[in-house]
């Protein structure tokens, strides 16, 4: 896997796209600065600790944590707050609207950008996106464009001029860049239409488009839909890995509370990851808690794909190896400087990681 890493990221065209964060009733957030003090634990008393997630399976152990009350039993008293997308939490990050957040490659712009810290892995995936065509789409007929990636399906002369769907600041958009240019196809010769997750399958569904990108559980109603796929996660040979990214107020005054949540959610990811039921059953009722339909089906087909790190994994795959390169591909596109670069090495730190082992229960 560490080697499947060096040649795991595509160029990619940087499109900010910055929503403002939701909130659910329960998951109530406020923007009060005092809320954001430093608050270190100290005796029996809690640490509260506000938890960015999204509506997607990435966030379901923070969820299972909290209704476990793990984070009562870790010293924390842990506030969900709820946004659409790993790119809309960044501007978020800015403004100290949370403490902490696992997140997916849209961090590397919460990191290179808003100075956040890169404090611990995750989760690793080796599938979850995939781009598809429309139906009689002649780019299904066209492979064998690029020897390197004998997979894929497309070809300059049946996507130049394009519509694509993509949600920009995300793997969706790191994606798509990379089947471009496994095509040679410059960015400035597709139109590219960035939208949120959730709309993208409807939009293609209605026609907007003449190829769509989309991430899990999206890409399983596409697949059951007809549509066949011309690139994924697979096919480009990516693997991703998620973090778990914090505002630097967040790692300059609740050092400790950190150590504690990486803890916790190592704890929550190892007993979902223990058995195949649980694991399942907790991410199925975080997409129902967020009022999205999904089957049985599609959970399995997730989770198959996605593995939820605990302390037997973290040597997987090389810590901030991922990072470091994803950030020097946006160098070349001249959408990060390199300083950028270097922030996001400076801010890919071990030390929570070291305290979180000295504090384990």
């Known amino acids: 896997m560490k080697k499947r890493l060096m040649g795991l990221l595509g160029t990619l065209m940087m499109v900010m796209v910055i929503f403002a ?20 634990n100290t005796g029996n008393e809690l640490t509260h600790l506000k938890v960015a997630v999204m509506p997607m399976q990435i966030s379901a152990p923070v969820y299972y944590a909290k209704e476990m009350k793990l984070d009562k039993e870790y010293g924390l008293d842990i506030e969900l707050v709820l946004f659409s997308s790993g790119a809309t939490m960044n501007e978020a990050l800015a403004s100290n609207e949370y403490d902490v957040a696992p997140i997916g490659g849209a961090g590397i712009f919460g990191v290179a950008n808003y ?9 690793y995936l080796t599938g979850g996106d995939a781009i598809f065509a429309q139906k009689g789409s002649e780019a299904l007929n066209a492979t064998g464009s690029n020897p390197t990636y004998p997979d894929i399906k497309g070809s300059a002369e049946t996507v130049k001029g394009s519509t694509i769907l993509y949600t920009p600041g995300t793997t969706s958009q790191m994606l798509v860049s990379k089947w471009l240019t496994a095509l040679g196809i410059g960015s400035d010769e597709v139109n590219l239409l960035g939208m949120e997750y959730a709309q993208t399958l409807q939009a293609f569904e209605a026609g907007e488009a003449d190829f769509a990108c989309m991430c899990s559980p999206y890409i ?28 630097r107020s967040a790692y300059e005054n609740k050092k400790e509370a950190l150590a504690d949540f990486v803890n916790m959610i190592y704890d929550a990811n190892e007993q979902m990851m223990s058995d195949w039921d649980t694991y399942t059953e907790w ?3 975080w997409y129902e808690t967020n009022g999205a339909e999904i089957t049985d089906e599609d959970v399995d087909r997730e989770c198959e794909i996605k593995k939820y790190v605990g302390w037997d994994d973290i040597d997987e795959v090389e810590y901030g190896a991922y990072h470091k390169e994803y950030a020097e591909f946006f160098v070349s596109l001249e959408q990060l400087t390199a300083d950028q670069v270097k922030t996001v090495e400076d801010n890919t730190v071990t030390d929570i990681l070291e305290l979180a082992k000295t504090r384990r229960k």
């Open 220 to 247: 399983f109603s596409a697949d059951d839909a007809g549509y066949e796929r011309v690139a994924d996660i697979e096919t480009l040979d990516m693997i991703n890995v998620h973090s778990i990214m914090a505002t």
């Open 115 to 123: 100075d956040g810290i890169y404090i611990a892995d995750y989760q």
């Open 21 to 40: 964060g939701c909130t659910t009733p329960s998951m109530q957030s406020t923007n009060s600065t005092d809320e954001m003090a430093p608050t270190e």
């Open 283 to 285: 991410v199925k009722k």
